[in-house]
């Protein structure tokens, strides 16, 4: 069992960045795949970032790549999502998942099974 806490949510200019993360707490964290998700009003939840249990590779959605970097810390069960250069398509709910028999590369979400609550993030011009 996983038990996944977002925050480091908020409101935040056109260009600005945010630091989302992810406090996970129960033994499987460590060997987890790991992602983000986000979710924006009428719109279908949708992959952002992933990385794999030991941290050494990550993924993206083509549109963050290169501004969003996701990381964690297995001595923290922590991961986090460093957004920058934000523009107003990044406001949306942003959710953590974890996926005990993950592989790199796994953006499908109904191959999650823990979820957290959601924090939200809005860019604001």
């Known amino acids: 069992q996983v038990q996944l806490v977002e925050s480091g949510g908020g409101l935040v200019q056109t260009g600005g960045s945010l630091r989302l993360s992810c406090a996970a707490s129960g033994r499987a964290f460590g060997s987890a795949v790991m992602s983000w998700f986000r979710q924006a009003p009428g719109k279908e939840r949708e992959f952002v970032a992933g990385?794999?249990?030991?941290?050494?590779?990550?993924w993206y959605k083509a549109s963050v790549s290169g501004r969003f970097t996701i990381s964690r810390d297995n001595t923290e069960n922590t991961v986090y999502l460093q957004m920058n250069s934000l523009n107003l398509d990044d406001t949306a709910v942003y959710y953590c998942a974890a996926d005990r028999n993950g592989y790199y590369g796994n953006s499908n979400a109904a191959q999650y099974d823990y979820w957290g609550q959601g924090t939200q993030v809005t860019v604001s011009s």
């Open positions: 990385i794999t249990t030991s941290g050494g590779r990550s």
